[in-house]
């Protein structure tokens, strides 16, 4: 196939893409079809939102499915008659840009701005209709001035704000990591094993909407992938329960404690503090040397393990003794206090009450340590609602739940965890789980000693990180006033260039040796203070990306609330499931914050969320280690940018991962060829009266017609390939069978075919519309309407089977009765001569397609 044709003969000959492609793109860029709000335009709107690249390098296949999915929404959605804005943007900060940066010795700025220039030829090549004119850069002073706008009405509320404590460091990047980016122990970003380290940082207090997070989700049920919602609910991980505060002896503050369970405080045999907690090293400092520094190794063992491994339940229960005692809220036992890594800082008050009958890493450590175990629910007990199984004794008779013994998990090694009655609890003897949870608390809070709570996995975000190449924090550090924030009026406060600067991870961030520009004057007083010198987590830049696309080149305000009315929240947005935590629940809080301070009148960002699954080959996931990488720039130079588009609607659901060596991007230049070829055959003129053509292909092309916008929004766009496949070949064969290219029908069906396939190869739809002998766009021709008299069947094809053979077949009504279509199969000859003169035992119909006689030799 020669792709060096001249464009100016694309129509004639054979199906060129590559001359189609150059014909076509700088029309486009030249009549701007997908530009949105335009004034005076009085359609109604639709956002379409890609989850913007980041331009670590060229695009590659993963780009092509996501943006290719979130291209057929949106031209769906104009041929609906929308006013549909679908932007695009670099997030351009970040990681990965300045690591690269330094190992190639260059400034991060150049090196991503070569890269967003490599992506946007890609994309224009790939042609995603996109409103070119909204085109954003994270990276641009002129979008992270709004970052620091934003920050500084998060620190106005008392939302952003700075705390010391032990954050998650990944070694390898030399910064901080929210707890977000931190999987199965390791940095989401380079791998590396994660540890803890004391560092004063700054956070987004996220835990005050830890509820609304969690209840809101129930808006977006049936519009996002219920995977999505699942792995939400339990980030956030709320639980209901008590604080329960013991007092520890020498220490005059009491312990608050939260328990999922406080009916079981009669069981607590000990407590355990999280050995990398402020509480241990206290308590710690108030016993002996020789306990302080086994506390102390202890210690320094602990840091260098992952959340992951502390939470393991296959490893070995390790801790130490601290040589002080808790004393029992309900029962005034003395406790023995240990520290041990099972218990985490940050979980409720970095404190457990152990009990270890009823927990079975509580358990696990009192085996371990030789520590008392206690019953306190009589699992044998009937709970109120569920039906027991009484048990036999030897004799055959029924042994009551209260002479069933209680097996002793001391001994057997396994906690019982199941619902019971409480036992050797006092006052709670007796009840259920449920009541005594009641009556305990009410206990407590009498004695000012406890009181019902809340407990949530979610923790605040911590937004500051100590490299360059992100958006420097807006606060100046003064001796005398402290924290002061920079004025509004005097931002963006731009980064300083990277030349002379050092931008290897060292443990504290580069800017801090840009003496001119960490060195100011305090805002207040006058005095000589520095600026902080942390840059924030671009995980912020992404939090309300959406909102600057309405209005990019604002230097006024970050978005216009008159224009987010118009547009929002988006209707559509696509992108991939490795997000579901990270950026969209960050998306979700800062969305919530701008609804309370009053920018905005919804509380949800994103109607709904198509993630698309990851395109493989054979069986693995692609690398450039592994040898087993497609490369996005290969395959459209070789198949064209409609092919690939094809290829990958056409693979299967878009959640599904798509193994690229079962597909066929030849197979789907082969079908594009098809259908070009006869839009260049039609005879007919445009005006050509659809009535006079042939019904059987009128009939295909109104039911694809009618039945693609629902599997469109459903997201199946596979099945509409496949139709469209089926309407060229009905097309095709109606020419060959005599019809001819002039048939009415024909003309109907190439046009048909043109506007749909628009959705998915927007190239060859164009060029198809043209050759039918219109002007672009094809990308803005309304959805032709479905003739409701062509979807009624006149008559079906009903299947007649004798002993599951298919003996003969009946043009039958579609309102047919099941008695009489067995009628009118008896009544077939054929049929009666397969039964000849055996018995018929059975006959099954299902009208009006099929009967399937049985018989008996």
Avoid at 828 to 851: D, F, H, K, W
């Amino acid at each position: 196939m020669a792709h060096d044709q001249d464009p100016a003969h694309a129509d004639a000959g054979a199906y060129d893409f590559a001359a189609i492609q150059a014909k076509w793109l700088p029309v486009w860029d030249e009549s701007e079809p997908f530009r949105a709000g335009r004034a005076g335009d009085t359609r109604p709107r639709k956002y379409v939102l890609d989850m913007f690249s980041y331009p670590s390098g060229d695009l590659h296949m993963g780009h092509a499915e996501a943006f290719g999915y979130g291209d057929t929404v949106a031209r769906y959605w104009r041929h609906q008659g929308f006013d549909v804005l679908h932007p695009v943007g670099w997030d351009s900060f970040g990681l990965p840009a300045e690591n690269a940066a330094i190992k190639r010795g260059v400034d991060p700025r150049a090196w991503t701005y070569e890269n967003i220039e490599q992506q946007k030829r890609a994309f224009r090549q790939y042609a995603p209709s996109f409103d070119w004119s909204r085109e954003l850069h994270t990276s641009d002073p002129e979008y992270y001035k709004w970052n620091q706008w934003l920050f500084l009405k998060l620190y106005e509320q008392g939302i952003a704000y700075r705390k010391a404590g032990q954050v998650n460091w990944c070694p390898n990047d030399q910064t901080v990591l929210a707890n977000e980016q931190v999987v199965d122990g390791h940095c989401e970003r380079c791998g590396a094993v994660v540890t803890k380290k004391a560092l004063t940082q700054w956070y987004f207090r996220v835990t005050d909407y830890a509820d609304r997070l969690l209840d809101d989700l129930n808006q977006l049920e049936g519009a996002w992938p219920a995977k999505v919602l699942s792995m939400q609910r339990n980030w956030i991980g709320r639980s209901s329960g008590a604080d329960v505060e013991f007092e520890i002896e020498g220490r005059e503050e009491r312990i608050p404690v939260f328990t999922t369970r406080p009916d079981t405080l009669f069981g607590t045999t000990f407590m355990v503090v999280a050995p990398d907690s402020e509480l241990a090293a206290e308590l710690a400092g108030g016993a002996s040397a020789e306990v302080g520094a086994r506390f102390q190794d202890y210690l320094d063992s602990v840091r260098a393990e992952s959340d992951i491994d502390r939470l393991s339940t296959d490893r070995p229960k390790t801790g130490v003794f601290l040589e002080r005692y808790a004393i029992n809220p309900v029962n005034g036992e003395r406790l023995p206090i240990w520290a041990a890594d099972y218990v985490l800082a940050d979980y409720g008050h970095g404190a457990i009450m152990a009990v270890p009958a009823h927990d079975q890493r509580d358990l696990d450590f009192a085996r371990a340590f030789d520590l008392p175990v206690r019953v306190v629910v009589d699992t044998n007990a009937p709970v109120t609602g569920v039906i027991p199984v009484i048990p036999l004794d030897e004799n055959g008779d029924p042994v009551l739940p209260d002479d069933l013994p209680v097996e002793d998990p001391a001994s057997t090694g396994i906690a019982l965890a199941g619902e019971g009655r409480l036992m050797n609890s006092g006052p709670l003897d007796g009840l259920s789980k449920s009541n005594a949870i009641r009556r305990v608390t009410e206990i407590l809070a009498e004695r000012g000693l406890g009181r019902s709570s809340k407990n949530y996995r979610l923790r605040d975000w911590l937004i500051s990180r100590q490299r360059y190449w992100g958006t420097p924090i807006p606060i100046i550090h003064c001796p005398t006033c402290g924290e002061v924030p920079v004025p509004e009026a005097e931002l963006p406060v731009r980064l300083p260039d990277a030349a002379g600067l050092d931008l290897k991870p060292k443990g504290k961030s580069p800017l801090g040796a840009a003496e001119e520009w960490v060195n100011v004057d305090c805002p207040n007083c006058g005095g000589a203070a520095q600026r902080d010198s942390d840059t924030m987590d671009t995980f912020v830049d992404s939090s309300w990306y959406y909102l600057r696309y309405l209005d990019p080149n604002n230097d006024e305000r970050a978005f216009d609330p008159a224009e987010a009315e118009k547009w929002l929240p988006v209707d559509q947005y696509v992108g991939g499931v490795e997000h579901a935590i990270l950026h969209l629940l960050y998306s979700r809080f800062i969305t919530k914050v701008l609804f309370d301070l009053g920018y905005l009148s919804f509380t949800e960002p994103f109607t709904s969320l198509l993630n698309q699954g990851m395109v493989i080959l054979n069986g693995a996931k692609m690398s450039k280690s592994k040898g087993n990488l497609v490369e996005f720039a290969s395959e459209l130079a070789a198949h064209g940018a409609d092919a690939l588009r094809v290829t990958l609607a056409f693979a299967g659901p878009p959640e599904d991962d798509i193994d690229w060596a079962d597909v066929s991007p030849v197979g789907s230049a082969k079908f594009l060829a098809r259908a070009w070829r006869i839009s260049g055959e039609v005879t007919s003129t445009p005006d050509v009266e659809w009535k006079t053509g042939d019904i059987a292909l009128r009939r295909i092309t109104h039911r694809l017609l009618a039945d693609a916008p629902a599997l469109v929004e459903a997201f199946k766009f596979n099945v509409v390939v496949a139709r469209l496949m089926e309407l060229v070949n009905a097309t095709r064969k109606t020419i060959d069978s005599g019809a001819g290219a002039g048939d009415a029908a024909v003309r109907e069906a190439s046009e048909v075919t043109a506007m749909i396939l628009d959705l998915f190869a927007p190239f060859a739809a164009e060029d198809m519309w043209q050759r039918l002998g219109y002007e672009p766009s094809v990308a803005l021709v309304p959805w032709r309407k479905a003739d409701p008299a062509l979807l009624v069947e006149e008559s079906v094809t009903a299947v007649v089977q004798v002993d599951g053979k298919v003996r003969d077949r009946l043009e039958v009504s579609p309102k047919v009765s099941g008695a009489e279509l067995e009628a009118m199969a008896r009544a077939s000859a054929a049929v009666a001569r397969a039964v000849g003169e055996r018995e018929v035992v059975n006959v099954i119909v299902r009208a009006p397609r099929l009967v399937n006689i049985a018989t008996k030799a």
